[in-house]
């Protein structure tokens, strides 16, 4: 194998596993020292640099960085990342004064925004400092969303809302037209902005065309659009019984909404099992804890009514089967329909894009789902300056992936404003700084709890379930969430190999607590993952390999279970090992994108 | 020097040997010696050897005496039994602990001025007495503790750290456990875990006194240019006689060895020793010709390494002392205390 190059930031970043898996790339390890030192509104600006709604995400955000967390694999649980964000935003004060300034003097560029949820605010986040004018329409009385229209408050209080939207709409030079919807992209065109950003999310719930549909409509309701009903205060009730149909995070927060809204009876009900269900895990647990049952395996038949009145729903019982061709497929197991009586029903089983508004003989392309031809890297359309982002772009995903797509976008359209090639993307930035501070003195510490992951506080269920407001997590206080930062590793602190200073002494492979280093014959990779002091079965981590060494041997190792406990660098007696801290930071729109 | 304790975390995948224990279970407190001593390689290979057997901990005693390496035994087998002693007087506790209780393990582990300086008369004994024991020096040519001034092991023209040369004649530990009668004798090296841990293992079943001396690069007083011990010095010179490979128990020879390349020998409680030549002719069951072997190439500026002697049927202190198979110190008032009458008949044979 050839040696490393860790010259190239991806190696290194993909050593900080949460910040790889993280859309928007967040310097998690950096935030969470930054909480641990008790410096909040720091590790909140760090957050609001990288992902721009650091108080939201806290409580809602799809966590790609836990299941990514090397914790995970080094002992049960990852550390709750979200969670400390959270603690990030709920205690660091005022931080008015650390946002960029207000703007003053325009560049007489204007650009469009369709929608004003989580990637049309990220974007708008970076264009307005650059002297952007933006114009964001939207057919919600306010600003935010499915934020704010399909989360339900419960889980995220409508002052954290307010309050981060609020930064950006602070920021000045934005028009906001709310109440207004955008029904013709053509006339939006021909309004002259210099460039359109369509942030419209996937507004359509889908709909289950069963019997008794069209006869009980009044009692069945599409989810999406009846949370957004509750959200904005034109729903305050539903019936005793509530039956909820499907598995995703939007059918948790339906089913969880009902309790608090009258419902006494709800379930839950999915056509596969319960392992298969889209909803987080965590979302799962919350609806059990509140003695929401999930039943799985069962498919819709018919809505049953009587003069007009919905009173059941049957479902024909099923299995999972194998198939000839090795496909998954659900099977009838033969035995009488469920039936399951109640007075309201709601559907969340998916919901979907929808560009009605779009004209389709304006040159915009679109494939054959029906989805506008976008550049995944640029987001750029067949019309050049109309831009995509987060849902509206690739269909549903979550708020964070939205944060990504603003931030990619928002490069696109400054440079596609200033003549530049769009497909040349900027390179992170990059800070590599040795942690050494004497002989066995670090700037970081490398003292690695053994503590399980804690558990948020719930307030108790008498309180929540009363009313939809109260919110059910209570996020850790400060002395669980310092016990919670001690477990994270410090990926990004790196174990950095000088191959020239190695006296091949041993000592780093013994002293290191999870037998990650090996000194070996060079081989191919099959080969020399099987030689290593302890194998390295994990093809997903990376090899850091040495060139040659001195008795004709190399350094390895194997990245996927190191603590960044800085133990081989402490042992080393020539300083051949150093720990770095690597803190890269993706680059976003501005004069440091642009190649002149 | 590590302030911190080694976090208790290990890899997912780490093996577990048949008594349940993976090889961390074997480790001791972190290590206090200078970062990169070779002491540290001995102790890693000493709990491997020890994992790898299936040892007991409790069935183990370790003993030492004073200096670096006198140091080591509380960096492994924390669960073990130890018994720090006197300067130079290991040998002795460790004759007693035998005699006491002739079932542990014992492990001495000394340095070379432990040994071959202050108790090198001590080392003489217990070596010609036989007693069954893994004797470990850890040879780094120098006093670590007092900064680095030459031990009696460091070789005729090498140099201090500070450019002294060394005028007078090294003791060769490896010479005197030959002479004296060592029926297990190996030499090796800190820096090759892949020679030290099956000499460790076979030296551990040998049921005699086994004696190995390790080679340990002292990396703060002894690691330069004109040293005889630096890992550099050692590497270039090493000349290993065989390659050992310790099986439990005699099995097939596997088919990558050439035939006639390899020697079994079973050792008296049923282990396997493969030895593997890698100098041609060397003989590890004549002690003349080892004695000669090791002069020749001592002569020559070579480190003969290796298993360099060994007597699969060795005899014992305890052999020599005809004492009973049961323990001393498992023998209750009835057996120690026969009474007057047998006293009477005894005395009677004597007159």
Same mark, same amino acid.
């Given at each position: ?16 596993d949460c910040?790889?898996a ?22 909140? /600006? ?17 966590r790609?960085c836990e299941p990514a967390c090397r914790r995970g694999r080094i002992e049960a649980e990852p550390v709750a990342i979200?969670?400390?964000?959270? @603690? ?9 004064? =650390? /946002? ?68 950006? =709409?602070?920021?000045?030079?934005? *028009? ?14 021909? *309004? ?30 599409? &989810? ?5 009903? @509750? ?33 006494? *009876? ?24 509140? &003695? ?25 019982? @099923? ?20 039936? !399951? ?37 640029? =987001?750029?359309?067949? !019309? ?18 939205? @944060? ?6 928002? !490069? ?35 003292? !690695?709890?053994?503590?399980i992951r ?19 997590? /209570? ?12 477990r994270?590793l410090?990926c ?62 190399? /350094?390895?190792?194997?990245?996927d279970v190191? =603590? ?33 | ?11 997912p995948?780490?093996? +577990?040997? #048949?008594? $349940? ?22 102790? #890693?290979?000493?709990? %491997? ?71 090198? $008369? ?24 007092? +900064?680095? %001034? ?5 070789? #005729? ?21 030959? %002479? ?77 060895? #050439? ?35 090791? %002069? +020749? ?34 023998? $209750? ?5 026969? $009474? ?12």
């Open positions: 194998m050839q040696p490393t190059d860790i010259a190239n930031p991806d190696y290194f970043h993909k050593v900080v910040q790889w993280c859309p928007a790339h967040t310097p998690v390890p950096e935030y969470i020292r930054l909480i641990a030192a008790g410096r909040n509104a720091d590790a909140y /600006m760090v957050n609001w640099k990288s992902n721009v709604f650091p108080g939201i995400l806290g409580r809602t955000c799809d790609p979200c969670r400390l964000k959270r @603690v990030a935003a709920d205690n660091k004060g005022d931080v008015s004064g =650390l /946002m960029p300034a207000k703007t003053t003097v325009g560049n007489d560029r204007r650009v469009a925004f369709v929608g004003a949820g989580p990637a049309s605010l990220s974007v708008v986040r970076d264009l307005v400092p650059l002297g952007y004018s933006c114009t964001i329409y939207d057919s919600d009385p306010k600003a935010g969303g499915m934020i704010r229209s399909q989360i339900p408050r419960f889980r995220l209080p409508e002052q954290v809302i307010d309050e981060e939207v609020g930064y950006i =709409l602070g920021m000045g030079n934005i *028009e906001l037209r709310l109440g207004q919807r955008v029904d013709s992209l053509k006339s939006l065109i021909d *309004e002259g902005y210099d460039a359109i950003f369509v942030g419209s999310g996937a507004p359509r719930g889908r709909d289950l065309d069963i019997p008794g549909r069209k006869e009980a409509a009044a009692n069945i309701h599409i &989810g999406i659009d009846w949370l957004s009903s @509750v959200s904005f205060g034109h729903i305050e009730k539903i019936g005793k019984r509530v039956i909820v149909l499907g598995g995703g995070n939007t059918a948790m927060d339906c089913c969880r909404s009902s309790k608090r809204l009258g419902g006494e *009876e709800v379930t839950v009900v999915v056509r596969s099992g319960f392992g298969e269900m889209k909803a987080s895990p965590w979302e799962k647990e919350d609806a059990q804890h509140e &003695g929401i049952p999930i039943k799985n395996f069962l498919v819709p038949k018919a809505f049953i009514h009587e003069g007009g009145r919905l009173k059941a729903m049957s479902f024909d019982k @099923v299995e999972a089967k194998i198939d000839a061709k090795g496909r998954r497929e659900l099977v009838p197991t033969g035995e009488p329909e469920v039936m !399951i009586e109640c007075d309201d029903v709601l559907v969340a089983i998916g919901q979907e894009n929808s560009f009605p508004w779009i004209e389709r003989d304006i040159g915009m392309e679109f494939d054959r789902w029906g989805m506008p031809k976008v550049d995944p890297k640029t =987001l750029q359309s067949t !019309i050049p300056n109309v831009f995509f982002g987060g849902d509206a772009a690739f269909g549903p995903k979550n708020i964070i992936w939205a @944060v990504a797509h603003g931030h990619d976008a928002a !490069i696109s359209i400054d440079k596609f404003l200033n003549g530049e090639d769009l497909s040349v993307r900027p390179p992170p930035g990059v800070q590599v700084s040795s942690q050494k501070m004497g002989i066995h003195e670090w700037s970081y510490d490398n003292d !690695i709890s053994a503590a804690n558990k948020v506080p719930w307030r108790d269920l008498g309180t929540t379930l009363k009313d939809i407001k109260v919110e059910v997590e /209570m996020g850790f206080d400060l002395k669980l969430a310092y016990s919670e930062t001690q994270c410090n990004d602190i790196q174990t950095v190999f000088a191959r020239n200073l190695c006296i091949e002494c041993d000592a780093c492979v013994d002293i290191c607590p999870v037998d990650c280093l090996t000194f070996t014959e060079n081989g191919e990779e099959d080969d020399l993952r099987g030689r290593l002091t302890q194998p390295a079965r994990n093809r997903t981590q990376d090899l850091y390999l040495s060139d040659v060494l001195k008795t004709g041997r190399i /350094m390895a190792k194997d990245e190191c =603590l960044h406990c800085g133990l081989c660098a402490e042992r080393c007696p020539t300083g051949a090992w150093d720990m770095q801290k690597f803190l890269i930071e993706m680059t976003h729109a501005g004069t440091a994108c642009r190649s002149r | 020097m590590s302030y911190l304790p080694k976090p208790k975390f290990r890899h995948d780490l093996p +577990k040997n #048949a008594l $349940g224990y993976t090889r961390r279970d074997y480790e001791g407190s972190v290590s206090t010696l200078c970062a990169g001593c070779g002491h540290d390689s001995i102790s #890693a290979a000493i709990i %491997q050897a020890c994992y790898e057997l299936d040892i007991e901990p409790h069935r183990l005693a370790k003993l030492s005496g004073i200096g670096c390496s006198s140091k080591t035994p509380t960096y492994f087998l924390g669960q073990s039994h130890g018994f720090n002693s006197v300067h130079g007087r290991m040998p002795s506790v460790l004759t007693g602990a035998n005699l006491a209780n002739r079932d542990l393990i014992y492990l001495g582990v000394s340095g070379d001025g432990d040994s071959a300086s202050i108790g090198l $008369g001590q080392f003489a004994h217990s070596i010609r007495r036989g007693v069954n024991m893994v004797y470990i020096v850890e040879n780094n040519g120098v006093y670590g503790l007092t +900064k680095g %001034q030459f031990s009696a092991t460091a070789d #005729a023209g090498s140099k201090s750290k500070w450019g002294a040369d060394n005028n007078d004649s090294p003791i060769d530990m490896v010479g005197l456990a030959l %002479q004296l009668g060592a029926t297990y004798v190996a030499r090796s090296f800190s820096g090759d875990k892949h020679q030290l841990v099956p000499l460790i293992k076979g030296a551990i079943r040998h049921s005699g006194a086994a004696f190995i001396d390790c080679i340990s690069p002292c990396v703060a007083f002894n690691n330069h240019a004109g040293s005889t011990k630096s890992f550099d010095y050692v590497r270039e010179h090493n000349e290993a006689v065989n390659a050992l490979d310790y099986m439990p128990v005699r099995s097939e020879i596997t088919t990558d060895y #050439a035939p006639g390349a390899v020697e079994e020998v079973t050792q008296h409680d049923g282990s396997v020793l493969k030895l593997r030549k890698l100098a041609p002719d060397y003989d590890p069951h004549d002690r003349i010709a080892a004695l000669t072997y090791l %002069q +020749k190439k001592n002569a020559e500026g070579e480190i003969a390494t290796g298993l360099l002697y060994i007597d699969p049927e060795p005899k014992d202190l305890h052999a020599h002392l005809n004492t009973i198979e049961t323990p001393l110190n498992h023998l $209750g008032d009835a057996d120690l205390v026969p $009474g007057a009458a047998a006293l009477e008949k005894f005395n009677a044979a004597r007159r």
